[in-house]
Structures are given as C-alpha cells and as structure tokens.
C-alpha cells in the first residue's frame, strides 16, 4: 500500500547545523528528506537550498531581503525557524516574495529561565571559581563571598512564556519580583509579581534579567542611561537577544562598578562567534575580549536552549510545521 505520508515529503535544505541537530531531527523525521549544511545561511550560501522547497535555520542565520528574494527565485516556499525569535528575518520581505514563515514558539520556556538562574547563581556564588580552586587544591574562600538571594529585589523585563517561568522560580527562592512588560499579566501579578515602569524598575532592582524580544523599541534598552539609573553593584543577566544590551556602555557601566555582575548567553556581535569553536583562532572581536577580562563576567555561548526537552521539542515542532505547510493545513505557528 502506497504511504500517504509519501506525498508529504518535503526536501529541507538544514542551515547552520551542529551534531546535536542531526541528532534530534534524525530521531523524529519519519518522511521528510534533510539535507544539512553546516553553513549558515546568507548572501553567499543561499544556493545551497537549489531544490528545496523549504529550509531550516537558526537565530543566527541572516534572512536579509536578498536571501528572501534569492530562495523565492530557487522555489523556496517555507522557511521553517528552529527558533523562538525571528529578528533574524527580514518578515515584509518573506511576506511579499509570498514565503511563509514558521517557528518554534515555546519549546523548553524551563530551560531558558532555568539558565538564567544558573548564571545569576554562578555569578554570585562563583562557583566556578571555586570548582577550578578545589581541584587544584586551593581551599581558600578568600572572594568567593556571595550574598543571599532571598529578599532581593528581581526586576524581570517581557513576562512571556520565559520572563513568566523565571518569575516563578524567584519567587520560589524568596526574592521580591518586579515586571515590565507592554502588558501586565493578571495571573503573574496573583502570584505576587508588582508590575511597574521601566524606570522604576531600573532604580529598585538588585538583579535584572531581560526575557522580552529584539524589536526596534527593546534594541539597546540596556543603555549609558538606563545604566546610570541602576543601583550600585547591579546583577544585569541577559538571556534574550544580544542586542538588548548596548555592549560599549555594558563595558563603561562594569568600569566604573555601577554594573556589578553581568550575565550574558547572548551578545550582540555573537554570529561570527558562538556556537564555534574558535580556541585555536584569534578572536578579532575586542568588545567580547574586553568583557572576558573582567571577573565579574559570565558569558555562555547561547545555550539557555540547550536541553533535552528543548532539542526534542524543537525538532519535533519543526517537522510537524513543515507537514501542517505540505499539507495545505492552517499553520498554527507562523509569523507571516
Ligand atoms: P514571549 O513572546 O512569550 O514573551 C515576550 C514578552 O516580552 C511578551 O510578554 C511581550 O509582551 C514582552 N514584550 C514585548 N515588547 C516588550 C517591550 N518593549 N518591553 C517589555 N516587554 C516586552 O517570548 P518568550 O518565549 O518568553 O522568549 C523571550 C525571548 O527569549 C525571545 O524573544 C528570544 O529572544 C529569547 N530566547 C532565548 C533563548 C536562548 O537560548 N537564550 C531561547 C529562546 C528564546
């Protein structure tokens, strides 16, 4: 008997793919032929998808007009995000060349949220100071103090899927959560989230932590201003977008102690750095060398995702986005 699932397979051409996106797609692709390039996807790659009627790619890959109009002119009618965010997408260009986009609009909001708290702990707690330490045999506490979390004022900025997890989870620890978001939401503000203006916010908080995305009003909302409203010694955890933060007056705010930890899994210039191994290499980015230079600074490499739940999610959404497409169906995640 024919497989009706036949005629639903689709060629995928996969863009910026690493051994765990086989991995996790591989494990739930039952019919769709992928094709995976290690490239990200840009102005010099966009070939790569020639005979593919959708692709895949991640936050990092750059869907600028040209790429659009480029895989309009290869036949490409879906581009499939394995992402939340699409910043990345020029979306009036996709939606004129009549290129439906799709995401993954919540896979894991638990392991962002819970990432964020690892690097608001580790920097406190220094950790991984101490980790390095011990095994070398220093027992030394010598500045590894931290202080407790527990009645801390937390200032959460986007109070969506993750920003709504992490207020959860600092409530849990006995911290007093303030929120900013375009719109309160009632069910946070019963569990004891204060809703209340950006300003204020940036004023009363011990520790910030960003979970709104990338758009024209929240690019640089961590600024040289917004800085200088900040309590002294401020814990400034950005788990969103890079260029939330406007890294030259990140670095000024870290100089003059105004900004006393800084947390980053995401960082505005990160396409030409993360996800890579470049130990070999000589990193040519002096804003990410002089930010690794300071103690205070902890930056992961875009990972907040990266959990089983989250990969397996991810894939499995993904591919059930491109059958919705094949099929003629509505798309419950699309963007445009
Ligand atoms: P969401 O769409 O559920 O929530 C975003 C919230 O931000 C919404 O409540 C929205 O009203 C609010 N918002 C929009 N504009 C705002 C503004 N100007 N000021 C304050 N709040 C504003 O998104 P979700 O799933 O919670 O994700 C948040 C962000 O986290 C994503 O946009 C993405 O950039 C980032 N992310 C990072 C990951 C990582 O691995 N580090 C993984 C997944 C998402």
């Known amino acids: 008997m024919k497989n009706p699932r036949y005629l639903w397979r689709m060629k995928i051409a996969f863009f ?45 890959d750059k869907i600028t007009l040209p790429v659009v109009t480029a895989l309009k002119s ?43 708290l690892a690097l ?38 986007g109070t969506g899927k993750i920003g709504q997890v992490f207020c959860k989870i600092m409530l849990g620890l006995g911290c007093k959560v303030l929120a900013f978001d375009v719109i309160a939401n009632k069910d946070m503000e019963a569990t004891g989230v204060e809703y209340l203006p950006l300003l204020t916010i940036f004023q009363q908080a011990d520790i910030i932590s960003l979970h709104c995305p990338l758009t024209e009003q929240t690019k640089h909302i961590i600024n040289a201003n917004s800085i200088a409203m900040m309590k002294q010694g401020v814990m400034l955890i950005n788990t969103s977008r890079g260029a939330l933060v406007n890294t030259a007056a990140a670095i000024e705010g870290l100089k003059t102690g105004r900004i006393g930890y800084l947390g980053l899994d995401v960082y505005e210039q990160e396409e030409k750095l ?40 991810i894939a499995k959404t993904t591919l059930s986005n491109v059958d919705e497409f094949e099929a003629g169906k509505t798309l419950k995640n699309i963007v445009v």
């Open 74 to 116: 290869n036949g490409v009618e879906l581009i499939a995000l394995r992402s939340a965010g699409f910043n990345n997408v020029d979306i009036a260009a996709a939606k004129a060349n009549g290129i439906a986009v799709v995401r993954v609009p919540a896979y894991s909001p638990h392991a962002v949220a819970e990432h964020a």
């Open 274 to 313: 993360f996800f890579n191994d470049l130990s070999e290499n000589i990193i040519q980015d002096d804003d990410i060398m002089r930010l690794l230079s300071f103690p205070n600074v902890l930056i992961t490499s875009h990972q907040g995702f990266f959990t089983q739940e989250a990969l397996a999610e």
């Open 16 to 60: 910026s793919t690493k051994i765990y996106d086989r991995e996790f797609f591989d494990r739930y692709n039952t019919h769709h032929e992928i094709i995976y390039f290690e490239a990200p996807l840009n102005e010099h790659t966009v070939t790569l998808a020639n005979g593919c009627k959708a692709i895949c790619a991640f936050v990092n």
């Open 120 to 157: 608001i702990l580790t920097l406190n707690r220094k950790t991984h100071k101490a980790y390095n330490r011990v095994r070398e045999g220093n027992f030394s506490l010598d500045r590894l103090t931290g202080f407790d979390l527990f009645g801390k004022t937390v200032g959460v900025i």
